[in-house]
């Protein structure tokens, strides 16, 4: 799971590669940072003489960070259980977008500018990543999106690498669209088009691009307004959508890529208030997924 090498720049060139294992695996850029920042805290506690013993750091650090993320998930449910409404992912934006400083805390890189925007971080596919336990989706990431053997990922689960596989197999079932599908041709165009319509505030021609039966969640965490359930139905969703707008006079909304697809950023009195990802399939919207809870904006404060 890492090269071999227990010098100090090997070490340390392991860290992006953690945060993106951990964000697909806890959906929180957040969870993720600290998940590494754990990860790293073991390895310097052991002995010299023991960190010297480990032929591969990055092995290590990622069996390490792979297990706390674990336990992080079996955690996660009973927290989402109290959590206000209903719970997303964290959105990540793309770092050549919005003028954002790549400079984070501690001299770090932004752990958001860290993250690869592919098709294993796109909102859906993470939302689907939600439905599985956390053994399948530790199975699941480890191997089908970064292609390590199951004989290493029976180390992270302690499990036998068959079981493993069996887990990795069940994930599967769960995703009813292989993440590596291309994105839907005029997916940006249809988000521009949902813009142009939403700052007009036309209903009809909200209804007109969204799906009859096109599903929106939004994710407030009770420090935002937003639904408590998902809405459902076109002409629901652009009649919440207008609402949205004119509950927010001088409302502006910026095309930005959201997890590396087309999205929009409703800014308000220069204040990022929604990040909103899209699924388009012929033409029309499918779903909706609306971030408005402010800590989950942080990595888009430079984003307008």
Avoid at 96 to 113: K, L, Q, T
Wanted: hydrophobic letters at 45%; glycine letters at 8%; charged letters at 25%.
């Amino acid at each position: 799971m890492g090269t071999v090498g227990t010098g100090p720049d090997e070490v340390a060139g392991e860290r992006r590669q953690l945060l993106n294992v951990a964000y697909r695996l806890l959906g929180s850029i957040t969870e993720a940072e600290d998940a590494v920042q754990d990860a790293y805290a073991r390895w310097y506690g052991l002995s010299r003489s023991r960190r010297e013993e480990i032929l591969s750091p990055g092995a290590w650090l990622t069996t390490v960070t792979s297990r706390i993320c674990l336990d992080v998930l079996g955690s996660a449910r009973a927290r989402r259980e109290r959590y206000v409404g209903m719970w997303l992912p964290e959105p990540v934006p793309d770092r050549a977008e919005g003028g954002r400083s790549s400079a984070g805390p501690a001299g770090h890189a932004d752990p958001a500018d860290q993250i690869v925007l592919d098709d294993s971080v796109t909102m859906a596919f993470l939302v689907v990543l939600e439905s599985m336990t956390p053994a399948e989706r530790v199975a699941f990431v480890l191997h089908d999106v970064f292609r390590y053997p199951f004989a290493e990922i029976a180390l992270v689960l302690g499990r036998t690498p068959p079981a493993c596989k069996q887990l990795a197999a069940s994930a599967r079932r769960r995703v009813s669209v292989p993440y590596t599908r291309v994105a839907a041709t005029g997916r940006a165009e249809v988000v521009r088009r949902v813009k142009t319509a939403w700052e007009a505030k036309d209903i009809a021609a909200l209804v007109g691009l969204l799906d009859p039966a096109a599903v929106m969640t939004a994710d407030g965490g009770g420090a935002a307004g937003a639904a408590l359930r998902p809405v459902e139905g076109g002409p629901r969703i652009a009649q919440y959508m207008a609402v949205f707008a004119d509950r927010a006079p001088g409302l502006e909304l910026l095309e930005r890529s959201v997890n590396g697809a087309p999205g929009l950023v409703a800014v308000h009195a220069g204040v990022v208030m929604t990040v909103a990802s899209f699924d388009v399939e012929d033409g029309r919207v499918t779903r909706i997924w609306a971030v408005r809870n402010p800590e989950k904006l942080r990595p888009w404060a430079s984003a307008s």
